[in-house]
């Protein structure tokens, strides 16, 4: 069973906007948090942003601030990236990863991350 399943990516104009899902299943069962990830070619991989799954305490990356906003599903275990005013820059491979570390310890911008999915496209046009 794959632990983590992302969809909703895709090729969208600057200015458009995206809904990304994240689905876990029940191995991720015993996380505290989830967040967001991108790579865009010939970068590391950053942080987007993170949400906790009990109480929904979220973390952004700078950059996306105000355009992005995660929230998540508890019961069908379902996290989603809704990203609005999309720049060229926003280009990436998005992933979904889910981590044991709480948010009092790492803001969720970093620490350990243990699932991840096989990541979504995002191409953004100028």
């Known amino acids: 069973q794959v632990p983590l399943v992302e969809s909703g990516g895709g090729l969208v104009q600057a200015g458009g906007s995206l809904r990304l899902s994240c689905a876990a299943s029940g191995r991720t069962e015993s996380s505290y948090a989830v967040g967001w990830f991108r790579q865009a070619p010939g970068k590391e991989r950053e942080f987007v942003a993170g949400?906790?799954?009990?109480?929904?305490?979220?973390s952004y990356a700078d950059s996306v601030k105000g355009r992005f906003t995660i929230s998540r599903d508890g019961p069908k275990m379902t996290a989603y990236l809704q990203m609005n005013s999309l720049k060229p820059e926003d280009t990436a491979i998005y992933y979904c990863?889910?981590?044991?570390?709480?948010?009092?310890?790492?803001?969720?911008?970093?620490?350990?991350?243990?699932?991840w999915g096989q990541g979504t496209q995002v191409t953004v046009s100028s």
């Open positions: 990863a889910t981590t044991k570390e709480t948010y009092a310890r790492t803001r969720l911008t970093s620490g350990v991350y243990d699932y």
């Open positions: 949400i906790t799954w009990s109480v929904g305490i979220t």
